[in-house]
């Protein structure tokens, strides 16, 4: 059974920075970050592959955010640097693809409880 817990969310001002974690049991493979605001829809964020790394980036987080996995430690990290007001959301860890497209909420088949953040102008 594939269990995904968030953590690392907080508040921070506008520039500012945030780590967010993922502990996961139970499952090996693709791994993503999503975010959703309030009355938006889930949108992907990033991805990566637990096994080689490879990653793969939503627009809104080139350049400023960077996907992570530690093996030894069965986590995944998402880095925030840069961070703006229009980052403010609910972020989920998924896990256990079995779609097409990395960055669909569709794609995906376990998710954790979300981790809040919030980023103040």
């Known amino acids: 059974q594939v269990r995904l817990v968030e953590s690392g969310g907080g508040e921070v001002q506008a520039g500012g920075s945030l780590r967010l974690s993922c502990t996961v049991s139970?499952?090996?493979?693709?791994l993503a970050w999503f975010r959703q605001a309030p009355g938006k829809e889930r949108e992907g964020v990033a991805a990566?592959?637990?096994?080689?790394?490879?990653?793969y980036y939503a627009q809104p987080a080139r350049g400023r955010f960077t996907i992570a996995y530690d093996n030894a430690k069965k986590t995944g990290y998402l880095q925030m640097n840069g961070l703006k007001p229009e980052d403010t959301a609910t972020y989920y860890c998924?896990?256990?693809?079995?779609?097409?497209?990395?960055?669909?909420?569709?794609?995906?088949?376990?998710w954790g409880l979300g981790t809040p953040v919030t980023v103040s102008s």
């Open positions: 139970g499952y090996t493979g693709y």
């Open positions: 990566i592959a637990t096994s080689g790394g490879d990653t």
């Open positions: 998924a896990a256990d693809f079995r779609g097409t497209s990395l960055l669909q909420a569709e794609a995906w088949n376990s």
